[in-house]
T-cell receptor
Framework: DQQVKQNSPSLSVQEGRISILNCDYT??????FLWYKKYPAEGPTFLIS?????DKNEDGRFTVFLNKSAKHLSLHIVPSQPGDSAVYFC????????????FGQGTRLTINP | EAGVAQSPRYKIIEKRQSVAFWCNPI?????LYWYQQILGQGPKLLIQ????????DSQLPKDRFSAERLKGVDSTLKIQPAKLEDSAVYLC???????????FGPGTRLLVL
């Protein structure tokens, strides 16, 4: 039962352009969403998050959008830089989950020079 | 501030052998998590500790996996006996107070032959 899905295993974007990573979820009880970035041989690092009471959160080049009715969130990176090449995971937390996070499968982003 | 430490970084064992992983969370972080990340998938929670008590171990295969967090600081995760399907990266994460963000260690990559 995959409650959080990232349907694109990989994405390739030209340097300087916008990268858009998508994530869908099925559990309407999720109330907080996070994006993590992972480089090879390292653990995931926190990137940006959004509460279900908001529909947008911005931090520098990174913006997360949440569409609760569609149970969909997206991460926008603009402009994309070579250092953004990594695997991106979205994660969701349920209200009664005692801070338990459910992760998607990840999307490998490659930024081409 | 030192991050989450894990050891060993890599381990190769044969099936039916036992193995143990160690995690030292960020100082002052009361909540500690162990995740299993199989290749091509997102991290899956195995067990969550609050200080030295277990909060959630619903996805821990208790017939072969065990974990402890004596004194509410360091934690060990053990597999005995290991199966081929246990080949994965085992991630430890910690969190402070009511903050949403979990901080991950670099992980231990386990290969069971």
């Amino acid at each position: 039962d995959q409650q959080v899905k990232q349907n694109s295993p990989s994405l390739s974007v030209q340097e300087g352009r916008i990268s858009i990573l998508n994530c869908d979820y099925t559990n309407s009880m999720f109330d907080y969403f996070l994006w993590y970035k992972k480089y090879p041989a390292e653990g995931p690092t926190f990137l940006i998050s959004i509460s279900s009471i908001k529909d947008k959160n911005e931090d520098g080049r990174f913006t997360v959008f949440l569409n609760k009715s569609a149970k969909h969130l997206s991460l926008h990176i603009v402009p994309s830089q070579p250092g953004d090449s990594a695997v991106y995971f979205c994660a969701a937390r349920g209200i009664q989950g005692a801070q338990k996070l459910v992760f998607g499968q990840g999307t490998r982003l490659t930024i081409n020079p | 501030e030192a991050g989450v430490a894990q050891s060993p970084r890599y381990k190769i064992i044969e099936k039916r052998q036992s193995v143990a992983f160690w995690c030292n969370p960020i100082s002052g972080h009361a909540t500690l998590y162990w995740y299993q990340q199989i290749l091509g998938q997102g991290p899956k929670l195995l067990i969550q500790f609050q200080n030295n008590g277990v909060v959630d171990d619903s996805q821990l295969p208790k017939d072969r996996f065990s974990a402890e967090r004596l004194k509410g600081v360091d934690s060990t995760l053990k597999i005995q006996p290991a199966k081929l399907e246990d080949s994965a990266v085992y991630l430890c994460a910690s969190r402070v107070g009511n903050q949403e963000t979990q901080y991950f260690g670099p992980g231990t990559r386990l290969l069971v032959l």
